[in-house]
């Protein structure tokens, strides 16, 4: 084999596995599986979590000292009546001083500095767990919607089989002389109508599903599995408002960053009143004459804070600022139980609804649809009859699926609220 040939087929080696196509995951089925991967790849949460460990990476320097300055003067470098030409060597010029200084902010003003710092970071952080928070429950929402969507597309076709099993009857008393042609039409209207819907439902799953990759992040070789059962609803006792509220408080991500930023205005606000004092710069300079060192100097510097009327103005700017922050937070709070109690109570009325639904209408309107159907057959009831049966029983298993669909989304807000799962 030719040496250029077999270092071909080396590369060729060399790069295959680098350049195979990653294998296929399937994600899905159940909602645990989609936050776990959108947890762990999704990047505008990475993203969050990339800017509250840089904000907490600023903690330190904002408390730290400044650098120290050196700062080097050079005397008589022409050599002024000397004979000698100009220089900047110092032993060959009149003289040199050197001087070291360090600035000393007022005491607390570094402590003042790094907790305003690290408010700053707790607020990046509660805002990355909002964020969090905010994506997860649209993962819950369009994996509730998609399966919503897949039971009515179920219902739908079931429905469509019942009415081409009437469309069937209608024509074969229409074809025996005991039924009227009108009905045998109506039953095909009907039947078109339901397949427009079907197929309107079959792009709403789709769409759903298109959204869920999208909250994932479009991941590539990912497939993802249809939803197949949706959540659990917590116990009644857990859905208690005083437990809830309680949980609220302490959890709510959103109050979290509001907390936060007044920590971060009261320090701001400590850390201006701490400016009517000066800072101090310490300096030390030894002054070299040729090639001894002739003198030494201390050097004490304050900036005099004479410009009041400029503090003044900053203070109250402070304290406006933690007005703000203390009147947000109570806002936030206000709206926050509006909607947790909101929510609650919609999440009672489509338990109820559920129950009254899947225990008494579905099974009343299965039942009369099977009257009518008997009865329509064997001529004792007319057409109009049996479509209004049919067309009741849709109804009930719409409201049963969308029933458990709001419930669904209810428990995802209040988990929201809330802050952590129920």
Request: hydrophobic share 45%; net charge neutral; no cysteine.
């Amino acid at each position: 084999m030719r040496p250029a040939s077999i270092l071909l087929a080396m590369l060729l080696l060399a790069g295959g596995p680098a350049g195979a196509a990653e294998p296929e995951v399937l994600i899905g089925g159940q909602v645990e599986s989609l936050l776990e991967f959108a947890r762990s790849r999704h990047p505008e949460f990475a993203a969050l979590r990339a800017e509250a460990e840089a904000a907490s990476a600023r903690i330190e320097p904002a408390g730290a000292l400044p650098d120290p300055m050196l700062r080097t003067e050079l005397r008589d470098v022409t050599n002024e009546g000397m004979d000698a030409s100009a220089n900047v060597l110092p032993p060959r010029i009149g003289g040199a001083r050197y001087t070291f200084s360090q600035a000393l902010p007022w005491f607390g003003k570094r402590d003042l500095r790094r907790g305003v710092a690290g408010a700053v970071a707790d607020e990046a952080q509660a805002r990355a767990r909002a964020g969090w928070i905010e994506l997860a429950t649209k993962i819950k929402l369009t994996y509730a919607q998609h399966h919503v969507h897949l039971i009515s597309i179920r219902y739908a076709q079931e429905n469509l089989d019942l009415m081409r099993r009437v469309a069937e009857i209608a024509r074969t008393r229409y074809g025996s002389g005991f039924g009227s042609q009108q009905d045998a039409l109506r039953a095909q209207s009907e039947i078109i109508a339901m397949e427009t819907d079907l197929v309107m439902l079959e792009g709403e799953s789709a769409q759903a599903s298109a959204r869920m990759r999208a909250l994932l992040g479009r991941p590539e070789n990912v497939k993802l599995r249809p939803p197949e059962k949706l959540r659990l609803l917590p116990p009644v006792a857990q859905l208690d408002m005083v437990a809830l509220e309680a949980r609220l408080r302490a959890n709510n991500p959103q109050l979290a960053a509001d907390d936060a930023r007044i920590a971060g205005a009261e320090k701001g606000r400590d850390l201006v009143e701490r400016n009517r004092y000066p800072d101090v710069n310490l300096g030390i300079s030894p002054t070299q004459t040729r090639n001894r060192v002739s003198e030494w100097e201390l050097m004490f510097e304050i900036n005099i804070p004479l410009q009041q009327g400029s503090r003044r103005a900053q203070e109250r700017e402070a304290e406006l600022n933690l007005e703000a922050a203390r009147l947000r937070r109570q806002g936030n709070l206000n709206q926050t139980l509006a909607e947790l109690s909101e929510s609650l109570a919609g999440l009672e009325v489509a338990r109820r609804l559920e129950s009254l639904v899947s225990t008494g209408l579905l099974p009343q309107a299965e039942l009369n649809l099977n009257a009518a159907l008997a009865a329509y057959e064997n001529g004792r009831a007319d057409f109009a009859a049996v479509l209004d049966a049919h067309r009741q029983l849709r109804r009930a298993r719409g409201e049963l699926v969308k029933a458990r669909g709001d419930q669904q989304i209810r428990l995802a807000e209040i988990e929201k609220m809330v802050g952590e799962e129920l």
